[in-house]
């Protein structure tokens, strides 16, 4: 069973499109949701939530309609983008709270809302949450999205105004919480963090998915297309013209004296010919950076930017 | 990075009955309601001095079960009931749009029904504190201060029941009037000044047409003059308004189900676009 299906979902904020005919289905692991502001991400979370109720299609998390579920709701670990906190209250008392609102018994929600704090590393920690940098609060938001136990965790943004050392205690706390067997679905426009996160990669753009597959397929795809490279090189404005002369790519763009970007629709031919220009030519190259991998580079092509 | 945090583990335990789970959250909404300094201002106020003089004067046998006495009760209070309905109540629904928590109760297996129920409860035991029990205070005193006899309770209890049905009344328009302004404005500030101005400006309105026409039934306006009016036929005083005392009941009542629509609109069919 897939963790989400969505048929042909729509979703209309008076005239604006939220959602455009959308239809995906979400595997088990960590999905991502790729897409510059406006592109749906946020209004798609909220659906999968349960906040707001679709237009048109039809919508299943964990085999069941979100809006108003309660029964739902409690088996889903929901971190919105907004700082939804009550920032007067000391992190364990909002656990606390949090925790017996779920239906956990005094002793129980003790245990369990300092075990999540400690999850998110923020034991010990005694002052009001408003006091808390943005990367605390992200974290407090986790942990109480860990409260009751999900199967599936839906963040929305959570990397937004975190420092790196934080994004990276995220990451290793979400891709834990995967191998533990909670299904996640994270949307962000940083790529960077996606591509090193998630399984399957769901790429959108004004309400509506690209492309999705799991990271490698959507390289895959994207490779039959174009292919860009860097290239640091000891004459960049030497070599961008030869290769520009032997027609092996599309577009040339000396960034400095010694790096080169090129992009090109035959890459094989491209790479046959940089060994020759460096013993023939004596043009010496000190890195290639293929950045097909790059989920940026994916992005910026599919959406035509 | 080398991780120091502790692992994700299922939480095995079961989970308490949702009846629980209501009691705590009404507890607590309580606890947070009635610990606001200006609550407490305005109850300590009411009770010093308002309720503390009439309990001392229930301990006269002549006062003690006077129906008159007990409706204006309501009448001196009003000012308070309104300065705390506005304290107590502003906040009930709309704080939590405010800093948007209100998520995080629909994401913790909460309903909807049962957190406006949840939240409803608050209002109606933290508004009770003015509207209901100073009277059980006063009948209560009068009954001790007498002679307890059973005769006399049979006579008068019907003035205790006057007045708790007022007290109901009043309590439950309170209760779903600030609970719709909260939602509907969602802004703790707006939410306080509408409730206070909702009562001085249906008065202040209705006395300026009454004094320009003449017309009794201009006081139907006035959301304090519909109490007071179901209050003296509730009492078995003389009708001192120019309608039946119907009227006022079904406006009161009309009001009643407004409020609960806006805050059943609010909460059930808008979206939480936060």
């Keep these: 069973m897939s963790v989400v299906e969505a048929e042909s979902l729509s979703k209309w904020y008076g005239e604006i499109i939220g959602l455009n005919s959308f239809t995906a289905k979400m595997g088990h692991g960590i999905t991502g949701l790729v897409g510059p502001n406006g592109a749906g991400k946020t209004t798609l979370i909220r659906l999968l939530s349960g906040m707001i109720k679709q237009g048109k299609g039809d919508l299943k998390v964990l085999g069941m309609r979100p809006f108003n579920n309660p029964e739902l709701s409690s088996m889903i670990g929901y971190c919105p983008d907004h700082e939804n906190l009550y920032f007067r209250m000391k992190p364990l008392t909002f656990l606390h709270y949090m925790a017996r609102l779920n239906g956990l018994g005094t002793e129980e929600c003790r245990k369990r809302s300092e075990r999540c704090l400690s999850i998110v590393g923020l034991s010990g920690e005694n002052r009001p949450i408003g006091t808390f940098s943005k990367g605390m609060k992200q974290r407090i938001k986790i942990a109480q999205a860990l409260l009751n136990d999900p199967k599936l965790l839906i963040l929305d943004e959570p990397f937004t105004g975190v420092d790196p050392v934080v994004r990276a205690n995220l990451m290793d706390i979400i891709r834990d919480l995967s191998h533990q067997g909670i299904d996640v679905v994270i949307s962000s426009h940083i790529l960077y963090d996606i591509e090193r996160l998630a399984d399957d990669v769901l790429l959108m753009n004004d309400g509506k998915m690209l492309l999705s597959g799991k990271i490698g397929e959507i390289v895959d795809i994207v490779e039959d297309y174009t292919h860009s490279i860097i290239i640091n090189t000891s004459s960049a404005r030497t070599l961008g013209s030869r290769l520009f002369e032997e027609g092996l790519v599309d577009i040339v763009d000396v960034r400095s004296p010694n790096e080169l970007f090129v992009r090109t629709r035959d890459p094989n031919s491209l790479y046959d010919f940089l060994p020759r220009a460096v013993l023939d030519e004596g043009i010496a190259i000190e890195k290639l950076t293929p950045i097909e991998n790059d989920l940026q580079s994916i992005f910026e092509r599919v959406v035509g930017k | ?274």
Excluded: C
Aim: no cysteine; glycine share 6%.
């Design chain 2, 1 to 274: 990075m080398s991780r120091f945090y502790a692992r994700y583990s299922s939480w095995a335990g079961l989970r308490t009955s949702m009846g629980k789970r209501m009691s705590f959250f009404i507890t607590h909404g309580l606890r947070r309601a009635l610990r606001s300094k200006w609550a407490i201002l305005v109850l300590v106020i009411t009770y010093g001095l308002i309720v503390m003089p009439r309990v001392f004067a229930a301990m006269n046998p002549f006062f003690a079960f006077d129906p008159l006495s007990y409706f204006s009760l309501y009448d001196e209070m009003q000012l308070f009931i309104m300065l705390y309905a506005a304290v107590i109540g502003a906040g009930i629904i709309a704080s939590d749009f405010n800093d948007k928590s209100i998520v995080l109760y629909f994401t913790k297996g909460f309903s909807k029904a049962g957190y406006a129920f949840g939240k409803l409860s608050v209002l109606f035991l933290s508004f009770s504190l003015v509207t209901i029990l100073p009277l059980i205070v006063i009948f209560a005193v009068a009954l001790i201060s007498s002679d307890l006899g059973l005769d006399l309770i049979r006579d008068n209890i019907w003035v205790l029941a006057a007045g708790l049905s007022l007290g109901l009344l009043v309590t439950l328009l309170l209760t779903t009037l600030t609970a719709g302004l909260s939602s509907l404005l969602g802004d703790v500030r707006y939410a306080g000044a509408s409730i206070f101005a909702i009562f001085f400006l249906s008065r202040l309105v209705s006395e300026i047409l009454l004094s320009i026409n003449g017309n009794e039934h201009m006081k139907l306006i006035s959301l304090w003059d519909n109490l007071s009016a179901v209050g003296t036929y509730l009492f078995r005083l003389d009708n001192p308004y120019g309608f039946p005392q119907l009227y006022p009941f079904l406006v009161i009542v009309g009001i009643i189900a407004l409020s609960s629509l806006a805050v059943y609109y609010i909460l059930f069919k808008k979206e939480l676009s936060l």
